[in-house]
């Protein structure tokens, strides 16, 4: 296992260079860190993606304690990560104290709403729960990639190719009050699922239409919005050929 998960590590690390990356309202996820970290919430079948972007820097993802979460937890802390061993439907309260803890020592958090088993794009409550004990906010990450395989599996595991689009949309940040009611925390559940079901849409959509070949076209040297950026998309907007450089500019191959 030692050998294999280096070599998906390794693979995940020379792809990802050649990934061309847009990403999209990166400004929420500011606005949701109030001087502290935040909870990033995506689908587990698109966690490849983020697992190049956000790697090297120090986040701690909730992994499950069945066998594939092992071979998970070693992959991802070969790329940088922290984990928390547990998951939101089973032991769930080791997992909601790890996660926890993870996040009142500053570390960023990430979670997989609909893992570890589904069913797929469903939202389940353990990622709010964990915001509310921490009161980070979660930030909600619609993600896609084109062209990629897309695995037989209960979560349609999405595996970009070489030299493939791919794009991150933000939304707006979720605060869960410490007094939030059962009856509250189950409507911004189902509202938090609308929301990250219409990011990961949008997603899609610019990783295959020709406005995203014109987003990236617009841009210019080094990543920034060149001219004619605001007219191919309204929203705050960023994009970078992979090869050295993640998200807020930091190296971590």
């Known amino acids: 296992m030692t050998v294999a998960t280096w070599v998906v590590a390794r693979v995940i690390q020379v792809s990802g260079r050649s990934w061309r990356l847009i990403e999209i309202e990166r400004d929420q996820v500011e606005r949701g860190r109030r001087d502290g970290g ?18 090297r820097r120090g986040i701690h993802v909730l992994i499950s304690e069945h066998r594939d979460g092992e071979y998970i937890d070693r992959v991802i802390r070969r ?5 928390v061993r547990g998951s939101t439907t089973r032991g769930g ?12 020592r500053g570390h960023d958090l ?3 709403p609909d893992g570890p088993g589904g069913p797929r794009f469903r939202f389940q409550t353990g ?20 062209p990629c395989l897309v695995l037989r599996s209960w979560d349609r595991f999405v595996i970009p190719l070489p030299f493939c689009r791919c794009v991150i949309v933000y939304g707006e940040p979720v605060i ?8 509250a ?29 014109r987003l990236r076209a617009a841009l210019g040297p080094g990543g920034q919005p060149g001219d004619g950026v605001e007219a191919a998309s309204p929203t705050p907007t ?16």
């Not at 869960?176 to 009856?183: F, G, K, M, N, Y």
């Not at 960023?238 to 191959?253: F, I, Y």
């Open 38 to 55: 935040v909870i990033y919430a995506f689908w587990h079948g698109r966690m490849m993606v983020p697992a190049y972007t956000h790697r």
């Open 79 to 83: 790329l940088g990560f922290g984990s």
């Open 93 to 104: 309260a080791k997992a909601l104290f790890g996660m926890a803890g993870a996040g009142h």
């Open 110 to 112: 990430a979670v997989t």
């Open 127 to 146: 990622v709010l729960s964990i915001a509310q004990r921490t009161g980070l906010a979660v930030i909600p990450a619609g993600v896609a990639a084109h």
């Open 176 to 183: 869960v009050p410490r007094d939030c009611t059962r009856e």
């Open 185 to 213: 925390l189950e409507r911004l559940r189902i509202e938090a699922e609308s929301t990250l079901r219409g990011l990961t849409a949008r997603a899609e959509r610019l990783s295959r239409s020709r406005a995203g070949r």
């Open 238 to 253: 960023r994009e970078t050929r992979a090869h050295g450089a993640t998200p807020g500019g930091n190296d971590g191959s």
